[in-house]
């Protein structure tokens, strides 16, 4: 029998908003004119990228614009002070869902792999000094949501699963010298918006945590070597409407857990233990609230994973982890908007984990964390 574990008269209590607890965000500043934003222009963002490709030592960025629709993407350069310097990616202007930032080379500097709905891959690679060049299209064009990141053949390069709502997913295996072998994942209901890639099995082989939507159950799938992947099992009733997928031990008791952000229903966290059932769960946040996406990070250092969730047409949230049953809510700032991705990362190198959010047709933000002055 499944065990639910409720959370929202858990949370009333905690509601706090981002400045009193932990967060520099919109609520302190000008609301029109942010000042920790992304460029001053709202586009149809849905991802952010945050790594360091210039090799400077601080904290950049990639944005991912246009959805369904063709825009340009953006890098924006961390001077220490904020992100001031901007370019285009490129000349062309795609129908972007995600463009993140992989060494795939193994040159010691960042690519970038973006991902387009119905519209050509691409491939840019980085001349170490944090500009980027177009070198080839990848895959096929489908109905690509997101794309997910890992040494999936364990041989020594990052290789790339292009997610696809209500198409097959597509592996592309990384051979070396930027040469892709991309292969349809084989499962038999396709409605996928991310992946998450772990190995939850302990045999050393990153497996596949698939968040599904349209009434198709969430998947895990097992790897068993040589670039093949097995049913292990459903997670999930099947009815939520799963749009991201994470992985952590969130109660610290040595199993991974896995978080999911969902519509239509409150997130869920399935926690693991030996049996690998994934059956015990914890509920989060409202059920009247769509999450979008999801991110992890231990904000306060606490010892305890804490949870950051982006929302649709709702402020967005952090969820921090109490005891790794109780959680603490805290709203970013009072706004709403529509939050296709959030992210994070020490943005401002001060040691603390720091966020960073995708709006469509408003200001992309950052939010600085500050439970270090609260000490």
């Known amino acids: 029998m499944k065990k639910y574990i409720d959370l929202y008269f858990l949370l009333i209590p905690f509601v706090a908003s981002a400045q009193q607890r932990g967060f520099r965000s919109m609520n302190d500043m000008n609301a029109d004119e942010p000042r920790f934003s992304f460029g001053a222009t709202k586009q149809r963002s849905a991802s952010i990228s945050l790594a360091d490709i210039n090799n400077d030592g601080k904290m950049d960025a990639v944005v991912a614009n246009g959805r369904h629709w063709p825009e340009t993407n953006y890098i924006f ?25 992989v060494d795939l080379d193994n040159d010691k500097d960042l690519d970038i792999i973006e991902i387009n709905d119905n519209a050509p891959h691409r491939i840019y690679t980085n001349d170490g000094l944090g500009n980027f060049q177009f070198l080839a299209e990848v895959g096929e064009v489908s109905n690509a949501r997101n794309v997910s990141l890992g040494d999936l053949d364990h041989n020594g390069f990052i290789d790339f699963i292009i997610t696809n709502r209500g198409q097959q997913n597509m592996i592309c295996y990384n051979n070396g010298k930027l040469n892709f072998d991309c292969v349809k994942l084989q499962t038999k209901q396709n409605s996928t918006i991310d992946i998450a890639i772990q190995d939850l099995d302990g045999d050393s082989l990153p497996d596949l945590i698939l968040a599904n939507r349209d009434h198709v159950p969430n998947e895990i799938l097992i790897s068993k070597g040589h670039r093949q992947f097995e049913k292990k099992l459903d997670f999930g009733t099947g009815t939520f409407e799963t749009r991201s997928v994470a992985i952590a031990d969130i109660n610290n008791d040595g199993y991974l857990d896995i978080v999911t952000g969902n519509i239509n229903a409150a997130n869920v966290i399935y926690l693991g233990d030996k049996n690998f059932t994934f059956t015990e769960t914890v509920l989060f946040g409202s059920k009247d609230i769509d999450t979008y996406s999801i991110a992890l990070a ?18 967005n949230t952090v969820f921090l982890n109490v005891d790794g049953k109780n959680f603490e809510e805290i709203n970013l700032t009072d706004r709403s908007s529509r939050t296709y991705n959030v992210t994070v990362g020490d943005i401002n190198s001060d ?3 720091d966020i960073a959010v995708a709006n469509s047709d408003d200001f992309n933000l950052y939010y600085l964390n500050t439970f270090q002055s609260k000490k």
Do not use: E, H, R
């Open 77 to 101: 350069y961390n001077s220490g002070k904020g992100f001031n310097v901007m370019k285009p990616l490129d000349n062309v202007s795609s129908s972007s869902y995600a463009a993140k930032l």
């Open 298 to 315: 231990d904000f306060n250092k606490d010892g305890f994973m804490d949870i950051v969730t982006g929302n649709y047409q709702k402020p």
């Open 351 to 353: 040691g603390w984990i």
